[in-house]
């Protein structure tokens, strides 16, 4: 256990160096969100007026949004870096080297939460500076940013598999827009469910990122939700046990 903590822990400075000595990766991780962000704030900010819709302004309704369309896009940066390094052959000077296999996973998936928290807690500080207030203060910030990082993981594993099936970049960052936006658009993301047609809503009741979107939103307009926040739990613990049984599956594969 201990070899693989220290292990691991290696594989995700080598991970974190990367993203520093590459910074437009996290610039461009993060454009998305911020672009998203400021334009749907404005374009939609009218819909606060709509009869039943339950938020202070639609910038409060929309920033957990983005903070979990941060937390998709940083899953797909994981499916990215893993095709790098099959195509300068890392991946196969760590197999190769006195390493668990499995820390190799562990180190990557330790530097996709980490991403993912950073890049959250950007979403946040911005929002903050456009006027969102948060409900739960610091404290509900920070479970933000922990059940965003939470689902980063679980949902870099889907990307994991792709990246492992492909060894593609451009195919596995093509086929993560093509999952990604459906994913959001068929959830509570962007409209409150008492506003969306009725096919809508209930194909949103069976849609990942409803939950996760649904308590973060309690934590940034309501409060502690506890019984949100334990559904988002749950179902990102559901997907992460799918995603990366899948991309262990995939790993064994792809190294014979």
């Not at 993203?19 to 996290?26: A, D, F, M, N, S």
């Amino acid at each position: 256990m201990r070899r693989s903590i220290r292990e691991s822990a290696i594989l995700w400075a080598r991970q974190m160096k990367k993203l520093v000595r590459i910074p437009l990766l996290l610039f461009f991780a993060l454009a998305q969100p911020l672009i998203f962000l400021i334009l749907f704030s404005q374009v939609f900010g009218n819909l606060d007026r709509l009869p039943g819709f339950a938020y202070d302004s639609y910038l409060q309704f929309l920033v957990p949004s983005i903070v979990a369309l941060t937390a998709l896009n940083s899953a797909f940066q994981s499916g990215i870096g893993m095709v790098g390094d099959i195509e300068d052959g890392m991946l196969d000077k760590f197999l190769i080297a006195p390493i668990k296999r499995s820390s190799i996973l562990l180190g990557k998936v330790f530097a996709d939460a980490t991403r993912a928290a950073a890049q959250a807690t950007v979403i946040v500080l911005v929002s903050l500076l456009m006027g969102a207030r948060f409900a739960t203060g610091i404290g509900g910030v920070a479970a933000m940013v922990v059940l965003a990082a939470l689902f980063g993981i679980a949902w870099a594993g889907l990307s994991n598999i792709i990246a492992l099936r492909t060894r593609n970049g451009e195919l596995t960052m093509i086929v993560g827009i093509l999952i990604t936006f459906p994913v959001l658009f068929l959830s509570t993301a962007f409209m409150p469910a008492i506003l969306l047609p009725d096919w809508l809503d209930t194909v949103s009741a069976f849609n990942p990122i409803t939950y996760i979107v649904e308590a973060l939103r309690a934590l940034v307009n309501t409060g502690w939700d506890w019984g949100a926040i334990g559904e988002a739990l749950a179902v990102t613990g559901g997907l992460a046990v799918v995603t990366f049984t899948g991309a262990t599956m995939a790993f064994r594969k792809a190294i014979g």
